[in-house]
């Protein structure tokens, strides 16, 4: 993976640090500045608002959302 083997960092959402720092054996520090606060959105075409596989996916999507701190 190119972030285990470039000299690179990244701001990333506070959820995902713990997975990341042990799936890929990254280091993490807190970052020296405040963040502004954001908004997560979920975009789909409304041709595919009935479809169950769709449906499933955003519901999925949601409750991930909602259980993790962003």
């Not at 449906?55 to 993790?68: A, F, V």
């Amino acid at each position: 993976m190119l972030l285990k083997r470039l000299p690179l960092f990244a701001t990333v959402p506070q959820g995902l640090v713990p997975s990341w720092c042990e799936l890929y054996g990254l280091n993490a520090a807190p970052v020296p500045v405040n963040m502004p606060d954001y908004e997560v959105s979920l975009l789909w075409h409304n041709a595919r608002s009935e479809d169950a596989a769709n449906r499933w996916l955003r519901e999925r999507l949601r409750g991930l959302i909602k259980s993790k701190p962003l």
